[in-house]
């Protein structure tokens, strides 16, 4: 019980600075894949610096309780996830962050926060039934819903659940706004809808929302990592190839529709799923 | 050694310059050279600089073009809505005075007749090399206004709250 209490604190007090190297990492190979240079590894943290140096100037309370909700929900799912908890638990922390985040966007009047918002209710729409059925697949195999139980298997969980694995790639692809699902906050194109979901969070916001993505991108990862939880090379080269692979889709795809996202995504992955679970339920 | 949250935050006010660029009225020469700056040739974001559309993340305001008596608000606007500290670069000979237009009709002039301007980048257009060094010198006068802040009866900051009166007036 200390022990695990130990890993919660020690993993989310480390957490933010994994997010923030993996994003930098993240900008600097993009850049090169563009025959870039590209920004330092570490411009992610003299960017969050930087905006939790500006003047705050919130146009209404609920953009700062929202800001401060969506942190501390990201924060305490990836605690709950170093804790070894409940993954169904850790899944609904996580969704009422995300919940919060639009929530704010919604309460100003701004038309591209209103856009931004409803894509990304849209894109919640997509990437959560298939995290709950790769929660699901889990629970199906090692017969609990509880984290401390996979680490407990013996073999990876990668070879019986590959469909979900995928699955849950592009659940991450959603999750982590990469190109083609990168519709709620138009990343790569800042004009498009002015950032969506974020225009109307500035400063201190603005770095708050930032270092929760980083805390998501962590637990995303982490959720990946169990799928080959019996030695630390194989869970760091699986994350590392899936990541890496996140990155080549996101440079060479463009922006698609929420339309094309939940009839060409989200309806083959979930039939990906139900395969695999039909599999999964015939092996036991 | 202490910790210094501010120091810190100074170092990634200037190494992290996120561009607002607004096209005031401008033939597009100018446009076309500052996204030149963008492209793998120059690549600004190897300094961090991103050119985003909200100048509500912004914190340094690109302008090119004359400014008339249509657009002046616009131009007013979304240096009001940018949050300190920021700094306001003025783009090409229409930028500065105004140009070849500074004696049409609906032409107010240069940038600085509605909001003040930190750096002045001449020529028409003005190299891309020329805008990437504009962003530098205003990160040096940024710098100095992050230095003064706290120093005692600094000006900077006192200067900026007039700058900015003035020119709502």
Redesign the interface.
Known sequence: MIVKLFFGIVGLAIAPFLGGLISGLD?RIT?RM???????VL?P?????????????AVNAWLILCSYFALMSSAFAVFLFFYQADLLLIFFVMTVGAVFQVMGALSVNSPFSQTGAQRELLQMLAYEPLLIIVFIGIALKTGSFSIESVYAQESPLLYSMPLLFIALGVALTIKLRKSPFDISASHHG???I??GV???Y??PQ?AMLEIAHWLDVVLILGLCSLFWATSWVGMLILIVITYFVEMLIDNITARLTWKWMLERVLLPSMVLCILNLLWLYALK | MKFDLKKWIRTGSLKSPWVLHFDCGSCNGCDIETLACLTPVHDVERFGIINVGNPKHADVLLVSGTVNHRNKVVLKNLYDQMAHPKAVIALGACGLNGGIFHDAYNVVGGVDKVIPVDVYVPGCPPKPEAIIDAVVVALGKLKGMLENEDAPGAGEKQADAERDKAANA
Do not use: I
């Open positions: 900008r850049a563009q025959s870039r240079f590209g920004p330092p411009q943290f003299y960017d969050v610096l930087k905006l939790l140096g500006k003047t705050p100037s800042h004009q498009e002015v950032r974020l225009t109307e500035t400063g603005l």
